[in-house]
């Protein structure tokens, strides 16, 4: 039969939960996939970067519920791999430790079926690490081991050799242990152990929501319990444990623990959710803004065909950027076709943009609402008679066209992109502002604070977001919000992305640090083994 067994499968470890830890040739697979068979938790973000057209199944477990057998599980990888190009089975940590990633590889081995492995970086070492423990240190640990805490614990005998486990002085790190902390704890004491030794529990490690739970073989059973952990969760015994007081590099960033929703449009939420995450934060999207074409380009074509006739090109947006080179090039033109113009951008990701376009910005106001542009324009030429073109968003505000006419301008304002209410959903976030688990939400524009108050409804505002502090770019944003009820606790000096995220940090830095020991409900989301 033809192409029978064209396929291949390609066992990837997906990293320990950050999905920027993946492998750069997992990544690579990843995107070129037609296939992506995944386990329990898949980090959104990984399978964001398979393409739309492959297939994506779900084939995980949770708290013991399978979706499908390990053998079902073969049976699917080898059955894809019959009729696709390429089969990713993405796994959590490595595939080959504690993942079963060896018996899919003996099936597909047995079935003819040509595959790679490529390995990822295992929860043992990366959650250690985040958690600020290195796993061998001189002096403190020479080795360091790797094992199973999934054992049965009413078993007569245990596959594992305790006292040789006990007596080794090395560090030891327990999989899937949690449920017999109890067991391994007693095993370790009566095998000689003493009970000082250091031990931690690591929850959703290299997650914003990880969780560290510290004590000795003596107390850590009473302080897990009290802290009610829940899995996944790594195990670490050994003195390694203590180096944490002086390495816990990740816990400290300035905004980790932080749980803060991100209102932008779709396409513009990464600037400042990687920022936010990069200090620490965990961010929860809930888009508002929908940026799409104009309903016609007709009128932005047209200005664009007689553009040496402008005198001044006004830049009010990173969209309006985009839009305007977008069909600058439909027309075969390019940059040198500015030649004759001025250009102003208002802001300095708008700046930036033009830059990536080849154009300098003649003129960039230090303040970035429409009073101070007009000032500035006022100072730097006579704008009587000169020609204006505004490239903007459908429901851009007329106060900067109005002001410029005022001082004597000619301004030609198109529509270069429309936003609308973002119409999706985003119950995980809904549930979260309802249940009081949000610390911070931002606002970047008006239209952000006037959809996302429609979106979650007026009657809700006092009832939901009273902890919750409210960070607006600017004083039009923060206005807005006012006029519907929401006061603004954040607010930076210049009305900038980095400068919205520095004054969060600040106001954080002046609040006293409420750490709830409470265990949180996370949604970062993970790959587990299957
Ligand atoms: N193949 C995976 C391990 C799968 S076994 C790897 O190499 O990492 C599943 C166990 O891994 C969980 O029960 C937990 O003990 C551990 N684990 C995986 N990811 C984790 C994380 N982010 N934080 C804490 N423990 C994790």
Not at 231 to 244: K, M, N, Q, T, Y
Not at 352 to 357: I, Q, T, V, Y
């Amino acid at each position: 039969m033809a192409n029978r067994f064209w396929g291949r499968v390609v066992l990837v470890g997906a990293g320990p939960g950050d999905p920027e830890l993946i492998t750069v040739k997992g990544l690579r697979f990843l995107r070129s996939a037609d296939v992506v068979i995944y386990d329990y938790l898949a980090n959104e973000r990984l399978l964001a970067e398979v393409p739309a057209s492959a297939e994506k199944i779900y084939v995980g477990k949770q708290h013991g519920r399978h979706t499908l057998s390990q053998e079902q599980i073969n049976h699917l990888l080898i059955e894809k791999a019959r009729s696709h190009r390429l089969v990713v089975r993405l796994k959590g940590g490595d595939p080959f430790i504690f993942g079963r990633g060896g018996e899919e590889a003996l099936a597909l081995k047995e079935a003819g079926i040509p595959f790679e492995v490529v390995p990822g970086i295992t929860a043992g070492a990366a959650v250690l690490t985040y958690a600020g423990i290195p796993a061998s240190h001189r002096g403190l640990a020479t080795s360091v081991s790797f094992i199973t805490g999934h054992e049965d614990p009413t078993k007569e005998s245990s596959d594992l050799d305790w006292p040789a486990i006990a007596s080794m002085h090395g560090t030891l790190v327990f999989y899937m242990g949690l449920s017999n902390l109890p067991m391994i704890v007693n095993r370790l004491l009566e095998n000689g152990r003493s009970p000082a030794t250091p031990v931690a529990l690591v929850r959703w490690g290299t997650t914003p929501c990880q969780q560290t739970v510290e004590g000795t073989l003596g107390n850590i059973v009473a302080r897990v319990e009290a802290v009610g952990l829940k899995p996944p969760v790594i195990i670490v015994v050994g003195d390694v444990v203590a180096l944490r007081q002086q390495i816990n590099w990740f816990e400290t960033k300035p905004l980790f623990g932080k749980r803060i929703v991100v209102t932008r449009s779709r396409s513009q939420i990464s600037v400042l959710q990687s920022l936010l995450e990069a200090l620490g934060a965990e961010i929860l999207a809930f888009p508002t803004i929908e940026i799409s074409e104009p309903k016609s380009w007709q009128p932005l074509d047209s200005a664009i065909q007689e553009i040496s006739k402008y005198d001044w090109i006004v830049f009010t947006s990173v969209n309006g950027v985009d839009a305007f080179f977008q069909r600058l090039h439909a027309q075969d033109k390019d940059s040198r076709a500015l030649d004759h113009n001025f250009i102003c951008a208002i802001g300095p990701a708008t700046a930036e943009r033009l830059r990536a376009f080849g154009i300098k910005a003649d003129m960039q106001p230090k303040e970035f609402v429409t009073e101070s542009v007009v000032e500035e324009f006022q100072k730097l030429s006579d704008l009587k008679g000169k020609h204006i073109l505004l490239p903007r968003a459908d429901i851009a505000r007329p106060l900067l066209k109005d002001e410029l006419k005022r001082i004597g301008a000619a301004v030609t304002e198109v529509v270069a992109y429309r936003t609308r209410v973002d119409e999706g959903t985003s119950p995980e976030v809904l549930s979260k502002l309802r249940s009081g688990e949000v610390d911070i939400i931002t606002f970047t524009s008006s239209s952000t604070v006037k959809n996302f108050v429609a979106k979650i409804g007026q009657e809700n505002l006092t009832k939901w977001l009273s902890g919750v502090r409210i960070a607006c770019i600017g004083p039009i944003t923060s206005k807005t919000a006012a006029e519907l009820g929401l006061q603004t606790h954040i607010m930076p000096d210049e009305y900038t992305i980095p400068a919205l995220v520095q004054a969060i940090v600040e106001y954080m830095k002046g609040e006293s640090e409420k750490q709830t020991k409470k265990t949180r409900n996370c949604s970062a989301k993970l790959c587990l083994p299957g």
